[in-house]
T-cell receptor
Framework: DTAVSQTPKYLVTQMGNDKSIKCEQN?????MYWYKQDSKKFLKIMFS???????INETVPNRFSPKSPDKAHLNLHINSLELGDSAVYFC?????????????FGDGTRLSIL | RKEVEQDPGPFNVPEGATVAFNCTYS??????FFWYRQDCRKEPKLLMS???SGNEDGRFTAQLNRASQYISLLIRDSKLSDSATYLC????????????FGGGTRVLVKP
């Protein structure tokens, strides 16, 4: 009965490869997010979707492409992986983008680039 | 200047003691404030929201000072299980419910 689940939990791959991370939430939330937490532990938002529409797109290289097939899913595809992409990527969801409700996070995907 | 700033710590706290720490934010338009807790290699989890008049949840007390643009968290009667990183989170709803996280304050409760 995991609320926000993301797969895989660990991803080790070589520079230059293309990889995807999947996220699903069963909370009935309208809004989903992708965050990156780097080695200095700062959590930074990358993207946000509300009902499949992109509403937040921070300064992220265009090698990163989010896709939301429906409001319960938000996947992240990364092309041409670079060493600096090594981080923990967290998916999150919230009721709606303008509410005062907090966000619920998935377990994180630990991406290591060799 | 970072949007949300925290003392990274660590705060070494004897079990049973009280610890308090602050977080400052730079955007005066910020509307919602939260404290999240993150254990090592885990996801952030909401600890408590911070209300204008201050609020308490068991051993945890949160305060908001809009004039000076800071929020605080106080933990009373610290338990070993309180050891974690506490993330100050500020929400600007006009920016699409974008949460801005502080770097976290690490708290280590020792026997």
């Amino acid at each position: 009965d995991t609320a926000v689940s993301q797969t895989p939990k660990y991803l080790v791959t070589q520079m230059g490869n293309d990889k995807s991370i999947k996220c699903e939430q069963n909370l009935g939330h309208d809004t989903m997010y992708w965050y990156k937490q780097d080695s200095k532990k700062f959590l930074k938002i990358m993207f946000s979707y509300n009902n499949k529409e992109l509403i937040i797109n921070e300064t992220v290289p265009n090698r990163f492409s989010p896709k939301s097939p429906d409001k319960a899913h938000l996947n992240l595809h990364i092309n041409s992986l670079e060493l600096g992409d090594s981080a923990v990527y967290f998916c999150a969801s919230s009721q709606d983008p303008l509410s005062n409700q907090p966000q619920h996070f998935g377990d994180g995907t630990r991406l290591s680039i060799l | 200047r970072k949007e949300v700033e925290q003392d990274p710590g660590p705060f070494n706290v004897p079990e049973g003691a009280t610890v308090a720490f602050n977080c400052t934010y730079s955007n005066s338009a910020s509307q919602s404030f939260f404290w999240y807790r993150q254990d090592c290699r885990k996801e952030p989890k909401l600890l408590m929201s911070v209300y204008s008049s201050g609020n308490e949840d068991g051993r945890f007390t949160a305060q908001l000072n809009r004039a000076s643009q800071y929020i605080s968290l106080l933990i009373r009667d610290s338990k070993l299980s309180d050891s974690a990183t506490y993330l100050c989170v500020v929400n600007n709803r006009a920016a699409g419910n974008k949460l801005t996280f502080g770097g976290g304050t690490r708290v280590l409760v020792k026997p």
